[in-house]
């Protein structure tokens, strides 16, 4: 935590739930050449800086690549063979039709915008199977997120749209903290272990047209306002 200039490489790692590496609120850390089974990497922190100064590169989880883009706003297709992928300051990225399983958080997207997640099993990830922050308008729609410990998870990620995934056995299905002008419609989500969905500080989301069936609970709203 609160670490930089660090070089990680040439490691194995193997069955840590939060994630093999962990960057805490770090910067210019060097992850190169490691292989990952049933983990992989996870990043935190509230500032740019901690996301796009790092270099991350020829990893592989469960024999397949990890992806990081940073300030790439360009955009494109991320090839099909991820096994996580990472944003960091990046526009019009689109992931799509990927296989995402048993690794610590799938898809992971911060101060980035208008990125695309479409038609992708994300599954028996042992963190969060997709979590953006500071990433405004987003499209999530088609997915089929299931057995993650926590399946969406929106910070300070406004406008953006969930729409027609199938959410089944997270933890929680959708998580929605500090973000506005959202759209969470026509999604089934079932058998949560706590609850569908849960929105927290956060003000003007729309929740429409939802099947919330047999999770402990349905919608839990705290500190929010004209949802």
Request: with cysteine; aromatic share 10%.
């Amino acid at each position: 935590e609160d670490s930089s200039y660090t070089s990680i490489t040439d490691n194995e790692f193997a069955n840590n739930p939060v994630g093999g590496i962990i960057l805490s609120y770090s910067s210019n850390i060097v992850i190169t050449n490691n292989i990952f089974s049933l983990d992989g990497i996870t990043i935190y922190g509230d500032d740019l800086s901690y996301w796009n100064t790092h270099t991350i590169e020829d990893n592989f989880a469960n024999e397949k690549p990890i992806y990081y883009y940073k300030n790439n706003h360009t955009g494109g297709a991320v090839p099909s063979d991820a096994a996580q992928v990472i944003l960091a300051n990046c526009e019009h990225f689109i992931m799509q039709d990927l296989i995402i399983t048993h690794v610590s958080s799938g898809i992971q997207i911060a101060f980035s915008i208008n990125s695309a997640i479409i038609g992708n099993e994300i599954t028996n990830n042992s963190d969060y199977g997709i979590r953006l922050e500071n990433s405004p308008q987003s499209i999530i729609t088609g997915n089929e997120i299931t057995n993650n410990a926590e399946g969406i998870f929106l910070e300070d990620s406004p406008y953006s749209s969930i729409t027609d995934n199938e959410f089944a056995n997270n933890n929680h299905a959708i998580l929605i903290f500090r973000s506005y002008e959202n759209s969470i419609t026509g999604n089934k989500i079932t058998t949560s272990i706590f609850l569908g969905i849960n929105i927290d500080s956060s003000f003007n989301n729309s929740i429409i047209g939802n099947d919330i069936i047999t999770n402990e609970g349905g919608i839990y709203i705290y500190r929010s306002s004209n949802n």
